[in-house]
């Protein structure tokens, strides 16, 4: 199959933020900068189709979230707080408004009304194995058409990038993994 990505497709930027990028975060990926290299570059070709989002911590305590906020205290802070701002660098990535969201999946109602519910989508970010892999295989089940930029998207470790990209890679033809420079070569923007 050969890839191609249409002018009306989407890039969708996965959680841009401090919480995992900065060195001292329990949460910081250390892909990070190297994948923000392939988010730039792809964000340059999509100019105004780039969506950016951000994980909150403002989920219900009285669900699982309550338990998950108990294992990772550093993370339970208020909404404001520098953690959860964009890095300096993803700053002008994208003209619209970020999509908040207290979930590890950003495919939502905030984000398809934006896209449209069944849109085609180039999606990268942090973390390969939570929040990247939380919203692609629920946007492939939606009926989209997803591909991943594999070399524009951060996992934890290396061992769990690679697992979550196989596991994604076993959605075809939903979901598509490329690297930057296929997509870049396949853009018709």
Known sequence: MT???DHDAWLVVIDPQVIFAAPDSDWA???FDDAFENIRALAEVFGERVIV????PTADRDTSWGEYFAAWPFADQPADDHLFELVPQAAGLSVLPTVDLPTFGKWS???TDITGPAPKLVVTGVSTD???LSTVLPAADAGAWVTVATDACA???AENHAAA???MGLYPPQITLATTAEI???SSH
């Open 3 to 5: 890839l191609q990505v």
């Open 29 to 31: 990926s250390p892909f």
């Open 53 to 56: 989002t951000r994980w909150l």
């Open 109 to 111: 109602e905030a984000l």
């Open 130 to 132: 939570c929040c990247v």
């Open 155 to 157: 996992g934890s470790t």
């Open 165 to 167: 990209v196989h596991v």
């Open 184 to 186: 870049l070569a396949a």
